[in-house]
């Protein structure tokens, strides 16, 4: 198992900055990509920004230019840097790591608590 401890979410004003952090325990070795996804109200959930052990990043459109996604492996912690943040940015947001389960490759999708990010004048 995966355990997933997100912190860094609040309240920043339009075109203000936020850092998420989100920090794994458990089975990290299983671990082959780390990432973000949001969900607001009354909406599905999205990706925001994942990144492999190698080091592929991939940013939702909407995002991309505005957030950057990070790892310090040595800390099995996962970054997000949100920039430039606007209303429309206001979700709860979700740490998620996709562990390999085995040998065949298929995976599972572990999930933070969220952290609440409100982006308001």
Avoid at 83 to 96: F, G, H, I, Q, R
Wanted: a positive charge; proline letters at 2%; one cysteine or more.
């Amino acid at each position: 198992q995966v355990q997933l401890v997100e912190t860094g979410g609040g309240l920043v004003q339009p075109g203000g900055s936020l850092r998420l952090s989100c920090q794994a325990s458990g089975r990290i070795s299983s671990i082959n990509t780390m990432g973000w996804y949001r969900q607001a109200p009354g909406m599905q959930r999205e990706l925001v920004a994942t990144q492999t052990n190698g080091g592929t990043t991939n940013y939702a459109g909407s995002v991309r230019g505005r957030f950057a996604i990070s790892r310090d492996n040595a800390r099995n912690t996962v970054y997000l840097q949100m920039n430039s943040l606007k209303t429309e940015d206001t979700a709860v947001y979700y740490c998620n790591a996709v562990a390999v389960v085995n040998i065949e490759g298929a995976t599972v999708h572990h999930w933070g608590q969220g952290t609440q990010v409100t982006v308001s004048s």
